[in-house]
């Protein structure tokens, strides 16, 4: 719940900032925006379950620091974007097309592959989505609160680097257990990644 708590309070999405691999920055100007004071809207952040710190920077920005930034996936609803209007083929890494919707089908058919290998629904950890791959995903997706307000959300180039990542990320830390490993917490979490992906990227089930 912590991104809609954050704007709860913020009175706006704050704006995810960095890479997250380290750390899980967002920043807010927010205060100035609203002409309050910095230090007693910090104050209200900080009470925020989930926040690790927060700074009022030089520019009077609030630099927020999340302590598990995979918690963002339970607020996280379904996103109803619009297909760009993009050529199926080629079907190459050229065709920005191609690599939306083929991360589409990929996180559909990981949903399908943990039923078959008894990945456990229930208990999601968003700690154990600590690798950097998965860390990538959850940054890009960090930013569908602010764009959905946003007066040029450009969801066409947003669209292509959430896919990338997450190809990077089905490819590096996979969401499923390989060969002889048990499914553990970790590829609970890591369905519930791919589950939010899906719910994003526009795309067939299967390609």
Excluded: K
Excluded at 27 to 55: I, K, N, T, Y
Excluded at 169 to 174: D, I, Y
């Amino acid at each position: 719940m912590i991104a809609r708590e954050l704007a709860g309070v913020l009175g706006e999405p704050p704006a995810p900032e960095g890479s997250w691999e380290r750390e899980a920055v967002y920043v807010s100007a927010a205060a100035l925006r609203r002409r309050l004071p910095a230090h007693a809207l910090a104050d209200r952040v900080r009470a925020v379950p989930g926040v690790a710190g927060v700074e009022v920077r030089g520019d009077g920005l609030l630099r927020i620091t999340v302590a598990v930034p995979g918690m963002l996936l339970e607020s996280m609803e379904p996103a109803d974007l619009p297909e760009p209007a993009w050529p199926d083929f080629p079907r190459t890494w050229d065709n920005p097309g191609f690599v939306v919707r083929y991360g589409h089908a990929r996180a559909c058919a990981v949903l399908r592959w943990a039923r078959e290998l008894g990945v456990a629904a229930e208990g999601f950890r968003g700690e154990l989505l600590d690798d950097p791959y998965d860390r990538q995903v959850l940054r890009v997706l960090a930013e569908i609160p602010g764009r959905m307000v946003s007066r040029q959300p450009g969801w066409e180039a947003y669209l292509v680097r959430l896919a990338l990542a997450y190809h990077d990320a089905h490819e590096r830390a996979p969401a499923v257990p390989v060969g002889d490993e048990p499914p553990g917490p970790v590829h609970t979490a890591r369905v519930r990644l791919a589950e939010a992906v899906r719910n994003v990227l526009p795309g067939p089930e299967r390609m």
